[in-house]
Nanobody
Framework: QVQLVESGGGLVQPGGSLRLSCAASGVIFSFFDMGWYRQAPGKQRELVARITTGRTTNYADSVKGRFTISRDNAMHTVYLQMNSLKPEDTAVYYC???????????WGQGTQVTVSS
Protein backbone atom coordinates (compact mmCIF):
# COMPACT_ATOMS: atom_id res chain seq x y z
CA GLN A 1 0.00 0.00 0.00
CA VAL A 2 1.05 3.58 -0.56
CA GLN A 3 2.58 5.43 2.38
CA LEU A 4 3.91 8.96 2.63
CA VAL A 5 5.64 9.66 5.93
CA GLU A 6 6.61 13.23 6.79
CA SER A 7 9.21 14.20 9.35
CA GLY A 8 11.20 17.24 10.41
CA GLY A 9 8.52 19.49 11.80
CA GLY A 10 8.79 21.23 15.13
CA LEU A 11 9.01 24.52 16.97
CA VAL A 12 11.38 27.16 15.63
CA GLN A 13 11.94 30.84 16.30
CA PRO A 14 11.19 33.46 13.65
CA GLY A 15 14.08 33.65 11.21
CA GLY A 16 15.03 30.05 11.82
CA SER A 17 15.14 27.07 9.49
CA LEU A 18 13.64 23.63 9.26
CA ARG A 19 13.95 20.82 6.74
CA LEU A 20 10.96 18.62 6.12
CA SER A 21 11.28 15.17 4.61
CA CYS A 22 8.68 12.91 3.07
CA ALA A 23 9.56 9.28 2.47
CA ALA A 24 7.36 7.39 0.01
CA SER A 25 6.74 3.68 -0.24
CA GLY A 26 4.39 1.56 -2.31
CA VAL A 27 4.72 3.75 -5.40
CA ILE A 28 7.17 4.14 -8.24
CA PHE A 29 8.40 7.42 -6.79
CA SER A 30 10.02 8.77 -9.94
CA PHE A 31 6.67 8.59 -11.78
CA PHE A 32 4.98 11.01 -9.38
CA ASP A 33 4.88 14.77 -9.10
CA MET A 34 5.50 15.63 -5.45
CA GLY A 35 4.20 18.55 -3.46
CA TRP A 36 4.10 20.14 -0.05
CA TYR A 37 0.88 21.71 1.14
CA ARG A 38 0.02 23.37 4.43
CA GLN A 39 -3.07 24.08 6.44
CA ALA A 40 -3.22 26.65 9.20
CA PRO A 41 -6.04 26.64 11.78
CA GLY A 42 -9.23 27.98 10.27
CA LYS A 43 -7.77 28.15 6.78
CA GLN A 44 -7.94 26.00 3.68
CA ARG A 45 -5.11 23.74 2.67
CA GLU A 46 -2.80 25.53 0.24
CA LEU A 47 0.02 24.56 -2.07
CA VAL A 48 3.45 25.52 -0.75
CA ALA A 49 5.77 23.98 -3.33
CA ARG A 50 5.70 21.35 -6.03
CA ILE A 51 8.31 19.45 -8.01
CA THR A 52 7.45 17.47 -11.11
CA THR A 53 8.93 14.24 -12.38
CA GLY A 54 11.11 16.39 -14.62
CA ARG A 55 12.20 18.45 -11.57
CA THR A 56 10.32 21.58 -12.59
CA THR A 57 9.44 23.48 -9.43
CA ASN A 58 6.86 26.04 -8.49
CA TYR A 59 6.20 27.86 -5.25
CA ALA A 60 3.53 29.87 -3.52
CA ASP A 61 4.34 33.57 -3.71
CA SER A 62 4.49 33.73 0.07
CA VAL A 63 7.46 31.33 0.25
CA LYS A 64 9.44 32.20 -2.88
CA GLY A 65 13.05 32.90 -2.07
CA ARG A 66 12.74 31.28 1.37
CA PHE A 67 11.71 27.66 0.71
CA THR A 68 13.30 25.11 -1.60
CA ILE A 69 11.77 21.82 -2.68
CA SER A 70 13.95 18.97 -3.90
CA ARG A 71 13.65 15.26 -4.53
CA ASP A 72 15.91 12.24 -4.32
CA ASN A 73 14.44 9.52 -6.51
CA ALA A 74 16.94 6.93 -5.32
CA MET A 75 15.82 7.52 -1.71
CA HIS A 76 12.13 7.90 -2.63
CA THR A 77 12.14 11.14 -0.65
CA VAL A 78 11.08 14.73 -1.21
CA TYR A 79 12.42 17.56 0.91
CA LEU A 80 11.32 21.06 1.81
CA GLN A 81 14.07 23.34 3.06
CA MET A 82 12.46 26.25 4.88
CA ASN A 83 14.56 29.29 5.74
CA SER A 84 13.74 32.69 7.22
CA LEU A 85 10.63 31.25 8.80
CA LYS A 86 7.84 33.59 9.83
CA PRO A 87 5.00 33.13 12.32
CA GLU A 88 2.59 33.00 9.38
CA ASP A 89 4.33 29.83 8.19
CA THR A 90 2.85 28.04 11.20
CA ALA A 91 0.69 25.18 9.92
CA VAL A 92 0.44 21.46 9.47
CA TYR A 93 2.51 20.56 6.43
CA TYR A 94 1.38 17.70 4.22
CA CYS A 95 3.23 15.75 1.58
CA UNK A 96 1.38 14.90 -1.65
CA UNK A 97 2.14 12.50 -4.47
CA UNK A 98 0.26 12.89 -7.75
CA UNK A 99 0.61 10.79 -10.87
CA UNK A 100 0.42 13.16 -13.83
CA UNK A 101 -1.18 10.59 -16.18
CA UNK A 102 -3.52 8.60 -13.94
CA UNK A 103 -4.25 11.38 -11.41
CA UNK A 104 -3.73 8.89 -8.57
CA UNK A 105 -3.28 11.10 -5.56
CA UNK A 106 -1.86 10.31 -2.11
CA TRP A 107 -1.35 12.27 1.10
CA GLY A 108 0.82 11.95 4.17
CA GLN A 109 -0.44 12.35 7.71
CA GLY A 110 1.08 15.81 8.16
CA THR A 111 3.76 17.32 10.36
CA GLN A 112 3.30 20.38 12.56
CA VAL A 113 5.50 23.42 12.01
CA THR A 114 5.24 26.17 14.61
CA VAL A 115 7.14 29.43 14.25
CA SER A 116 7.08 31.37 17.48
CA SER A 117 9.35 33.20 19.87
Amino acid sequence: QVQLVESGGGLVQPGGSLRLSCAASGVIFSFFDMGWYRQAPGKQRELVARITTGRTTNYADSVKGRFTISRDNAMHTVYLQMNSLKPEDTAVYYCNANHPQTANDYWGQGTQVTVSS
